[in-house]
């Protein structure tokens, strides 16, 4: 049992972490309300002054707004459902039996380590691109017009690019889970003659609830600051831009640092709101 005296030296050695934790993350913070509420244009004389609320109306009154935070919707909640479900499957294959199994599961992995600007511009060199794209020969091949993926299908394109890169991930949680399945469970289903439809669906399923709610929850969190990949591919065109990259652009094309901190503060808005709908909705498997 834990003394009095080796809680107070526990509280003293992490308290240099908990300092500089707190300062990484209050510091940021603190700066964006302050410009958030300053007419601060760096190419036109710097800080202008107090602009109150006039940052925020402008922003959210914004034509752009409404749309940003949408296709920023469409992008987690699609991703979210591709990962979830192939993760589950590819899961559930790869707890199967069967040779060269560990290089198998690393090839599977591996897409996670890729740097998301790296797989952004592969996808849209190699795969996606309408004229030498992996995808626009195998068009051709069948006879039929290669479609013009970023312009045509932006929204899925991008959906597809993250989606890859986040596979991995979900997988490897979701196999985690899987493993630790009772096997005599499966077995006295089977035996008791209940079809493998009905295992997965009243024993298999159930048992990777958590797994389930750990893959959205983390996921959520960083699909919603998504950038690099709308980038590197459509810049925001095509409907795919999302709330981080309006804030971008509010800061490099309109150069007012004001107006895009107000744009910051509606993404901790929104991250907050999806975080707290998540964790009454789905983070009850935490619970069970």
């Known amino acids: 049992m834990a003394t009095k005296a080796s809680r107070s030296a526990a509280r003293f050695m992490m308290a240099p972490a908990v300092i500089l934790l707190l300062g990484w993350m209050l510091v940021p913070l603190t700066m964006t309300l302050w410009f958030s509420f300053r007419r601060y244009l760096p190419l036109r004389g710097g800080d202008q002054g107090w602009a109150g609320f006039d940052n925020y109306t402008r922003f959210v009154t914004s034509s752009a707004f409404w ?6 919707l469409l992008i987690v909640g699609g991703v979210l459902v591709i990962t979830v479900c192939l993760g589950i499957l590819l899961a559930l294959l790869l707890d199967q039996p069967l040779w060269g199994q560990g290089v198998v599961r690393i090839l599977v992995i591996a897409p996670f380590f890729v740097m998301p600007t790296v797989s952004a511009l592969v996808w849209k060199n190699m795969f996606m691109d309408p004229v030498n794209g992996l995808f626009a020969h195998l068009w051709k091949a069948v006879g039929a017009e290669p479609v013009v993926w970023l312009t045509d299908a932006a929204l899925p394109s991008i ?6 890169q986040w596979l991995p991930f979900a997988t490897l949680i979701l196999l985690t889970a899987v493993q630790s399945l009772d096997g005599e469970q499966l077995e006295a289903a089977e035996m008791d003659g209940a079809p493998p439809l009905k295992r997965f669906w009243f024993i298999t399923l159930p048992h990777l609830g958590r797994a389930i709610t750990v893959v959205i929850l983390i996921q959520t969190i960083f699909l919603l600051s998504i950038f690099a990949e709308i980038f590197v591919t459509t810049q925001g065109a095509f409907d795919t831009r999302t709330l981080t990259y309006l804030i971008f652009q509010r800061i490099t094309d309109a150069q007012n640092i004001g107006l895009g901190s107000a744009g910051g503060v509606y993404a901790i808005i929104l991250a907050n709101i999806v975080a707290i709908f998540l964790m009454r909705i789905v983070g ?3 619970d069970a």
Do not use: A, E, G, R
């Not at 749309?67 to 920023?72: A, C, G, K, L, R």
């Open 67 to 72: 749309p940003s935070v949408w296709s920023t």
């Open 159 to 164: 959906i597809m690019i993250v989606s890859w």
């Open 284 to 286: 009850k498997n935490l």
